[in-house]
């Protein structure tokens, strides 16, 4: 049983992915600010999207309130000193609107041939860039000790941990200020989460309502409902890649043990790739929210309602045939969705 928070209606985040211009992606912040979202994440994965730091300091410059991170960087190609020192910079350019999102890695390791980190990695270097913020000396590599002297104090800064699997969500609630769950949107899907972040936040002394929770959401949004979910079949078949086969059965288990050998990272989120083409579409009901504005409506509603649930992180296709414009999503969203939907800013 998902353990219930008691905190405010869940809020809305905007996922951004680099394959536009900086300032186009800072002007999509820009306008998710005005339209009342929370928050924006920004993809790290450097073969495939621009810069993720240089893009969020765009975002800290062309925005006033908003709060924004990398969704997700990891800790295999960002060294500790380096994450840390890039989100102190956010911190000062922003007025302390930064929070930090890290994962294991999938596209931007697995296109430059390495693998995820490990667990016990990742947690380390969470360590180190805390003990860094803090304006704490450091022992790296080679018994190589170091602080950033720069820093005129302790730096506060959110770690948001991403998560596909029970292990990596429990660590979340154990280690991190939040989750985020990369597991679907289905009632069962996100309460088999929440329970696994109670249970890793319990094994720390906490309460699950002291980790904020966020739900990363593959969106489609048209006319036609068929087109709307054409638009989150690759978003959706990325989610999937890292589920559990053991999660289905029947044809749905195949699929997902299929998808696992064939997924192609270097066509990572990409329309036109043979694995986005062939989901299955009760996979795509239970993993994104898609369809007409009614249909999305009604979705994103069911969702906002779950209890433990602080934010949907609404994670657009922004590439190939039928994608919409972020900012025509944007006001699509905000014309025809979101003065139906309860949630707060």
């Not at 790290?44 to 621009?50: A, H, I, P």
């Not at 800290?60 to 020192?85: C, D, E």
Request: aromatic letters at 4%; proline letters at 6%; one cysteine or more.
């Amino acid at each position: 049983m998902a353990a219930s928070h008691s905190s405010p209606a869940p809020r809305l985040g905007l996922a951004l992915w680099g394959t536009e211009p900086a300032a186009r992606l800072a002007a999509h912040a820009r306008l998710a600010e005005e339209l009342g979202f929370d928050s924006v994440w920004v993809i790290d994965s450097q073969l495939l999207c621009r810069e993720v730091y240089v893009t969020l300091a765009a975002i800290a410059l062309a925005t006033k309130n908003i709060r924004f991170g990398p969704g997700v960087t990891q800790p295999v190609t960002r060294h500790a000193s380096v994450t840390a020192s890039a989100m102190a910079t956010l911190q000062e350019m922003s007025g302390g609107r930064a929070m930090l999102g890290i994962g294991l890695g999938f596209s931007s390791l697995r296109t430059i041939g390495m693998g995820p980190a490990r667990i016990a990695a990742m947690e380390s270097h969470i360590s180190q860039v805390r003990a860094l913020l803090r304006g704490e000396a450091v022992a790296f590599e080679n018994a190589v000790a170091g602080r950033m002297s720069w820093l005129d104090g302790p730096v506060a800064t959110p770690v948001h941990i991403a998560a596909s699997g029970p292990r990596m969500t429990r660590t979340a609630g154990r280690v991190a200020d939040g989750a985020i769950l990369l597991q679907g949107v289905s009632p069962e899907f996100v309460a088999r989460g929440l329970a696994n972040v109670a249970e890793g936040a319990s094994a720390a002394g906490k309460k699950i309502s002291n980790v904020e929770v966020s739900c990363w959401t593959p969106v489609g949004l048209d006319a036609s409902r068929d087109a709307a979910l054409a638009q989150v079949r690759a978003r959706a078949a990325a989610a999937i890649n890292n589920a559990d086969p053991e999660w289905f059965e029947g044809e749905e288990r195949a699929f997902v043990q299929r998808l696992r050998q064939e997924y192609d990272p270097t066509h990572h989120a990409s329309p036109s790739s043979p694995h986005s083409a062939a989901v299955p579409a009760g996979l795509l009901e239970r993993y994104a929210v898609a369809g007409t504005p009614e249909d999305f409506r009604a979705q994103l509603a069911r969702l906002l309602a779950q209890p433990g649930i602080d934010r949907v992180i609404l994670n657009p296709q922004v590439a190939g045939p039928g994608a919409l414009p972020v900012d025509a999503l944007l006001r699509g969203l905000a014309r025809d969705v979101l003065p139906h939907v309860s949630f707060s800013s």
